[in-house]
């Protein structure tokens, strides 16, 4: 059934054309590893995801910073409250009492003061991490706790501080709350409380940022994107002056605004649905500022493996099949169809070669050519992956079953122009039919690359996708292989099924039908 004859003919008729095809294609691999895998590509993808990450954490610092504000100036407006009501009751008590005004006052005045320490303490922080639905034992009610008391900085009974130390060991101004105290019943003091809070709540949240413990936790948040404690140094998010710059400037801005919009409320506007509004504006990242498309794609991009998928979907998919299925095209069609046209099949025919045997002899030629082009492709890429340093999930296993998807494609269309070389008679409808296929299937994967999901949202076209079902060359799924799924193991065996009744369909149609010999 196999001629070594025949096989060594088309070994030296079609040897020449297979060694260049060959090395171009292990040449065009070789360089679009290399240059990909040390050049720009990763460094683009890591610029890309590195600043797309520092705009989100920017941006959830600038949110804590006003959710700090917050809630700092609501405590202390409260405080306020106990303290004046607590203060003018201790006061006309103590008048009551026969006490000199000189001396009621002060001793009004630390009453009332430990009495709003207290509501706040008992009261107001409790509903508070209540209302967030914290645990009360929870690092954030914690830290809701932190908000409250550093900014207030209450008096201890020793006449001390109690947070001096933490606001000194930054270098920042010892400023205390019972200093505003003195002007609780002037209009200016809401003006003082505010900027009081500011002064106090940016250089918490920045010691409490750059602490060694939040700085680890949230370095284990980034690893998955691959961020290192170096990188998360250069964003500046690990030094206190820089952090306590970006709370300082969001809660600024968005004191500034608050004021003109609070002066010029429209109707059906609240308080607080101006205050929502006005800081989703001030800590917008740069995803939140861009249109939602923009921002997704750009969020793909950032996370995507740009050098496997360049590998993986670009090379071997569309780029890397370019030249095989030329020589497929044109060693398919010299097989059979090419012979018969020319008349050199009647010679071989007369002689002991059997149709079943010239058939079965040409397709094992067609398809073992192509299986040692694509290991001599699979040992190229696997030994240009072990020289490439660059960031990314394709390995030499998922390397070699791109190879096997591509030789399986191969294969497939393989079957199509053999059996088309099979069917006709003449080499240009053979060529026309088949090879015309095979272009078509390859153009129309390159037109739905850009249709497909590994592309960007902010580039893909959806209609373009429609031309991936026009293909068998859709049936190769690096995106699979590439995830570590199992899904283009079906697909693989299409493509064999096709191949396998493609070739064996080309047999029976040749011995069965009348050759013009």
């Given at each position: 059934m196999f001629s070594k004859s025949l096989f060594k003919q088309s070994c030296k008729a079609n040897g020449t054309m297979w060694i260049i095809i060959t090395v171009a294609v292990c040449f065009m691999l070789s360089c679009v590893m290399l240059i990909s895998g040390n050049g720009a590509i990763s460094k683009t993808k890591e610029a890309i995801q590195s600043t797309i990450i520092e705009g989100e954490l920017r941006s959830s610092l600038q949110k804590k910073a006003l959710n700090y504000y917050e809630i700092g100036n609501d405590a202390m407006a409260r405080f306020d409250e106990t303290f004046i009501s607590e203060y003018q009751s201790a006061y006309m008590n103590a008048l009551a009492a026969g006490m000199p005004a000189e001396q009621a006052a002060p001793a009004a005045s630390m009453g009332a003061y430990a009495a709003a320490a207290s509501y706040l303490q008992n009261t107001y922080v409790p509903g508070l991490i209540a209302a967030y639905g914290y645990d009360a034992e929870s690092q954030e009610a914690?830290?809701?706790?932190?908000?409250?008391?550093?900014?207030?900085?209450?008096?201890?009974?020793?006449?001390?501080?109690?947070?001096?130390?933490?606001?000194?060991?930054?270098?920042?101004?010892?400023?205390?709350?019972?200093?505003?105290?003195?002007?609780?019943?002037?209009?200016?003091?809401?003006?003082?409380?505010?900027?009081?809070?500011?002064?106090?709540?940016?250089?918490?949240?920045?010691?409490?940022?750059?602490?060694?413990?939040?700085?680890?936790?949230?370095?284990?948040?980034?690893?998955?994107?691959?961020?290192?404690?170096?990188?998360?140094?250069?964003?500046?998010?690990?030094?206190?002056?820089?952090?306590?710059?970006?709370?300082?400037?969001?809660?600024?801005?968005?004191?500034?605004?608050?004021?003109?919009?609070?002066?010029?409320?429209?109707?059906?506007?609240?308080?607080?649905?101006?205050?929502?509004?006005?800081?989703?504006?001030?800590?917008?990242?740069?995803?939140?500022?861009?249109?939602?498309?923009?921002?997704?794609?750009?969020?793909?991009?950032?996370?995507?493996?740009?050098?496997?998928?360049?590998?993986?979907?670009?090379?071997?998919?569309?780029?890397?099949?370019?030249?095989?299925?030329?020589?497929?095209i044109m060693v398919s069609n010299a097989l059979i169809a090419g012979q018969v046209d020319s008349g050199s099949m009647a010679y071989i025919l007369s002689t002991s070669t059997k149709r079943r045997s010239v058939t079965f002899t040409q397709a094992a030629f067609l398809i073992s050519s192509l299986f040692a082009m694509f290991v001599l492709t699979a040992i190229t890429s696997v030994i240009c992956l072990s020289i490439v340093d660059v960031n990314t999930g394709l390995t030499w296993q998922k390397l070699l079953l791109l190879n096997l998807g591509a030789f399986l494609v191969m294969f497939a269309m393989s079957g199509i122009c053999f059996l088309a070389s099979c069917w006709f008679d003449r080499s240009k409808h053979a060529m026309g039919i088949g090879g015309g296929l095979s272009m078509f299937f390859l153009v129309a994967t390159m037109l739905g690359l850009f249709g497909s999901t590994i592309m960007p949202s902010i580039i893909r076209m959806e209609a373009l996708n429609y031309f991936n079902y026009a293909t068998i060359i859709t049936l190769f799924d690096p995106i699979s292989i590439l995830d570590g799924t199992w899904d283009f193991l079906w697909k693989f065996g299409i493509l064999i099924a096709v191949g396998c009744a493609c070739y064996f369909a080309g047999g029976v149609r040749f011995r069965k039908k009348d050759l013009p010999l």
């Amino acid at each position: 059934m196999f001629s070594k004859s025949l096989f060594k003919q088309s070994c030296k008729a079609n040897g020449t054309m297979w060694i260049i095809i060959t090395v171009a294609v292990c040449f065009m691999l070789s360089c679009v590893m290399l240059i990909s895998g040390n050049g720009a590509i990763s460094k683009t993808k890591e610029a890309i995801q590195s600043t797309i990450i520092e705009g989100e954490l920017r941006s959830s610092l600038q949110k804590k910073a006003l959710n700090y504000y917050e809630i700092g100036n609501d405590a202390m407006a409260r405080f306020d409250e106990t303290f004046i009501s607590e203060y003018q009751s201790a006061y006309m008590n103590a008048l009551a009492a026969g006490m000199p005004a000189e001396q009621a006052a002060p001793a009004a005045s630390m009453g009332a003061y430990a009495a709003a320490a207290s509501y706040l303490q008992n009261t107001y922080v409790p509903g508070l991490i209540a209302a967030y639905g914290y645990d009360a034992e929870s690092q954030e009610a914690q830290e809701l706790q932190g908000v409250v008391f550093y900014v207030l900085n209450p008096l201890q009974e020793d006449g001390t501080y109690m947070f001096d130390g933490f606001f000194a060991a930054h270098g920042e101004n010892l400023e205390h709350y019972t200093d505003l105290l003195a002007n609780i019943g002037d209009a200016i003091h809401p003006e003082e409380r505010e900027k009081y809070v500011m002064n106090h709540c940016a250089p918490f949240m920045a010691g409490n940022m750059v602490a060694e413990e939040n700085v680890q936790s949230v370095l284990d948040v980034l690893a998955d994107y691959g961020i290192s404690k170096e990188q998360y140094d250069e964003f500046g998010f690990s030094d206190y002056s820089n952090v306590k710059d970006i709370a300082m400037a969001a809660i600024v801005d968005y004191r500034a605004n608050l004021e003109y919009r609070l002066d010029n409320m429209k109707d059906g506007q609240t308080v607080e649905s101006i205050k929502e509004e006005l800081q989703k504006q001030t800590t917008n990242s740069l995803l939140a500022s861009l249109p939602e498309e923009v921002s997704a794609s750009l969020d793909e991009l950032g996370q995507m493996d740009l050098f496997g998928v360049l590998v993986g979907s670009i090379f071997f998919k569309m780029a890397g099949l370019l030249l095989p299925i030329i020589y497929m095209i044109m060693v398919s069609n010299a097989l059979i169809a090419g012979q018969v046209d020319s008349g050199s099949m009647a010679y071989i025919l007369s002689t002991s070669t059997k149709r079943r045997s010239v058939t079965f002899t040409q397709a094992a030629f067609l398809i073992s050519s192509l299986f040692a082009m694509f290991v001599l492709t699979a040992i190229t890429s696997v030994i240009c992956l072990s020289i490439v340093d660059v960031n990314t999930g394709l390995t030499w296993q998922k390397l070699l079953l791109l190879n096997l998807g591509a030789f399986l494609v191969m294969f497939a269309m393989s079957g199509i122009c053999f059996l088309a070389s099979c069917w006709f008679d003449r080499s240009k409808h053979a060529m026309g039919i088949g090879g015309g296929l095979s272009m078509f299937f390859l153009v129309a994967t390159m037109l739905g690359l850009f249709g497909s999901t590994i592309m960007p949202s902010i580039i893909r076209m959806e209609a373009l996708n429609y031309f991936n079902y026009a293909t068998i060359i859709t049936l190769f799924d690096p995106i699979s292989i590439l995830d570590g799924t199992w899904d283009f193991l079906w697909k693989f065996g299409i493509l064999i099924a096709v191949g396998c009744a493609c070739y064996f369909a080309g047999g029976v149609r040749f011995r069965k039908k009348d050759l013009p010999l």
